[in-house]
């Protein structure tokens, strides 16, 4: 799959599924009729409703904001116990197939957007170049490169304990001599 085709289905899936969250949070919010009836009948309080509803929509807001991988990563996993959930709850309680799809269709937008998203960013590492990480000591995501494509690259320092905040520590490198200090 190329990068463009990559790119597309990921925002197809994921905007999709951030309408389908939003939509979904502010019925909960506002606890529509049909949502109440099913979480008495599985036996969840009613203000779990509020719970997801706010849940959802800050899921949603996460997933098509640029630049958070580490919200995004939750966002995902909250989303996945979210529709898990949903599913074997519905389906241990002797609903019908029918009324267990969204939460199935749900999970495999949620799947497909994950993919495509673990895929872009493992493309975006890639094109990053390798001195950035010879400098920076790092291969982390967060680095500041990586998360965010219009962040400068982290300074590389030679201190040891008392590094700036926010600045990545030089740290040695397998097979690389440090040549400040004449160690390898």
Known sequence: MTQEMTNRVYWVSTGLLSALMVLSGILDLVHVQPFVETMRRLGYPE?????????????????????????????????????GGAAISLALSGATVTETLPSIFCGSLLAISYLTYRRRTREDASSVPARHHRQSGTNSPE???????????????????????????????EGRIDTAQGKA
């Open 47 to 83: 203000y779990l409703l509020t719970i997801l509803g706010v849940a959802r929509l800050v899921g949603a807001s996460v997933l098509l904001h640029p630049g958070v991988p580490r919200a995004k990563e939750w966002a995902y996993a909250g989303f996945t116990f979210n529709f």
């Open 143 to 173: 680095c500041g490169v990586h998360g965010n494509p219009r962040a400068r690259p982290p300074q590389a320092t030679t201190g040891t304990a008392g590094t700036t905040p926010g600045m990545h520590r030089a740290l040695p490198v």
